[in-house]
């Protein structure tokens, strides 16, 4: 047993979102499924069936006094209330919204209504690919081909050609691409999607650490480090003037002055920081952001040390861009914190800092951040070592920052 029809009833105004062309093909069901074949019968219903007081109503009313058949009455409806005529795209209207036809990453696979049943998105698109390339007229060539492939997401572009012979074929290539490779695709972008987040969550909270730190302090003409050297520059040697020209400094490190065993020869003042070297420093901390003190934050602190050594070696030297783990428990980077222990509070000369307690590496780093970000104090963590054995290379005496006296905040910037 068929199941009824609907048929809402027409009015002829021009706001009735019911089109004559449309009512009457549903009244046409109507009359079938209700096995109405009289044309009396089905006359009388056609009239039920149009909204009271309505211009087809009045039309309806001065009509049946004069025609008699059903083929009349329709026709003469028809003549009456002609189909509105449908906008059609052009066919290059139909190319160019194929050509912008889109698949997103995100969206594959999933799975959505199409056609009644729940198919792959990717198969989705290639069916409304098809279908736009034949209303306009170009499935059968390769026309705009290789602009769709271009935009198609990368993990479907691995395993389709640039060129194919026809609309169809290409199609059922990206229809043919395994729902393994697709699911392993997503799951690296979606991977280095959330690292992408995490990364600019970083730079935005440091940039913002840079700003608080810029209100808070007034920009010094010098640094503190500065005023060291130009007074070592003046200074005497064993009681006598010091009138020798010094030589260029081969050390590639900025930051950081020559290396131990010069004792109190004067060093060159540092060069200014520019907003490259800001810029370097954000996405340097983005890339090892400190962890917590906890177990947890110790074993990822640990793997962000194995990934330094791996990429940079045990001997490289720590600059602003190569950047540096720090050790959970201590304070943040440019926050005035003390370059012997990582904490704040105190200057490395004073009592409470007697002993080396981070790693020279992380010791150059943190001269670095303290140069660049000049930022404002932060709460304070608790303290935790270095791992044993296997981190013995951060201490290594070659990278021991050269003493500065007079400055008890750390090595010489």
Sequence with gaps: MSAPVTLRSFSGETDDDVQPGEFLKTFRRFTTSACITDDDLIITSFGDHLKYGSPADDWFAELTSTKQTWKEVETAFLQRFPPVEKAKRTE???????????LKTED??????YAGEEVYTHVIFAEKALSLAKQA????GS???????????????????ETYPTWTEF???????????IRDGVKKYQKEKEEKEKTEAAIASLQRLHLQGQRRLPAAPTSSVSNVSQTQQSSTLGGQRNNTPQSNSTNTN??????????NLPRPAPSPITEADRSALIRSLALYPMQPNTEAGIAAWHAQLREWKAKNGETAEVTVNTGFPLQPGGEAP???ECYRCGRGGHRRIDMRCTTDQINNKER???????RILRAAPTSRVNFVSDADDEFSWLNHQAFRPTPSPGNGEGPPA
Aim: proline share 3%; hydrophobic share 30%.
């Design 254 to 263: 900025a930051y950081m002055g020559p290396s131990s065993g010069q004792g």
């Design 108 to 113: 594959l696979g999933k799975k959505e209504k």
């Design 171 to 181: 199609c059922a290539a990206i229809k043919r691409v395994e729902m393994a490779h």
């Design 364 to 370: 150059t780093f943190r001269t670095i951040c303290g």
């Design 92 to 102: 290059t209207e139909l190319e160019r919204e194929l050509c912008e036809l889109r």
């Design 334 to 336: 440019g926050s005035g």
């Design 143 to 161: 026309n705009s081909i290789w602009k769709v492939r271009d935009e198609l997401p990368d993990i479907i572009r691995q395993k389709v050609k």
């Design 137 to 140: 007229k170009i499935s059968t």
